[in-house]
């Protein structure tokens, strides 16, 4: 076995929403600069691909079930991240992406897309900064969409959770950023290299590679913010590939 990682840290990095695709790969970029990276997604089943990936390259990685609209699962998670390394970064990305019309957006659907994309988030940051004030330093970003910045037809619930995450993560910068908390939030514009996204393509008979993000590229720029310096922290930014119109 390689190890590809970079040299093993005291820290650990909070990744809430460890999916597939972005979220995998920003658990795979901090774990190959050698954080210990907690996993949490409602499927256990499914993060035990990342995880055997981290370990297989020499990085470490846990993976828990979690639900995240539930206080008592997120306080547990983050303290035993804390437990296991001092938690460095905790990055919310929890998507929740559905379309309706407005008249088929049932009260049950608007009330769980708005715990998975809103509310989850504001318990993970909470959660982080409480861990993370007493040091007087971290970082916390949370994976926003176009949808946070303008509501789209057939979107009144989603737009609405990602409108609210914004205002939580602008909210939390304001208040931690002098304490030392770097918070950042990250539009994503755009759809992401995966197979249901590629059948989506075909089906409307687009061929473009180019307005397509790779997850790798999008972890990227978690990694390059948490390496900011404070004098210079970014708050907000926008991540498109070079083919999307905008």
């Known amino acids: 076995m390689t190890d590809t990682t970079g040299p093993a840290r005291h820290a650990s990095v909070v990744v809430v929403g460890a999916g597939d695709y972005i979220g995998g790969a ?19 089943d499914k993060l035990l691909p990342t995880k055997a990936e981290i370990e297989t390259a020499g990085g470490r990685a846990e993976a828990r079930a979690l639900d995240a609209r539930e206080e008592d699962q997120v306080v547990a998670f983050v303290n035993e991240a804390e437990a296991a390394a001092p938690v460095e970064v905790v990055i919310f990305n929890i998507g929740a992406n559905v379309n309706f019309p407005l008249l088929e957006t049932t009260s049950r659907v608007f009330r769980k897309v708005w715990e998975l994309a ?9 959660e982080g900064a409480r861990v993370m004030l007493p040091r007087g330093k971290g970082s916390i970003f949370f994976t926003g969409a176009t949808a946070g910045l303008r509501g789209g037809s057939g979107y009144a619930a989603f737009a609405s959770a990602k409108f609210g995450i914004r205002a939580v993560a602008q909210a939390t910068a304001r208040e931690l950023g002098p304490k030392g908390i770097h918070v950042a939030h990250l539009v994503i514009d755009a759809g992401v290299e995966t197979e249901w996204v590629r059948d989506r393509m075909r089906a409307a008979g687009v061929a473009d590679d180019r307005v397509l993000l790779q997850p790798a590229s999008v972890a990227e720029t978690y990694w390059a913010l948490h390496q900011q310096s404070s004098d210079a922290w970014t708050f907000e930014t926008e991540i498109r590939p070079a083919g999307e119109i905008w």
Do not use: D, K, P, S
């Open 118 to 126: 809103c509310f989850a988030g504001f318990l993970t940051a909470r």
């Open 26 to 44: 920003i658990a795979r970029r901090f774990a190959a600069e050698g954080y210990l990276v907690f996993m949490g997604r409602r499927n256990l």
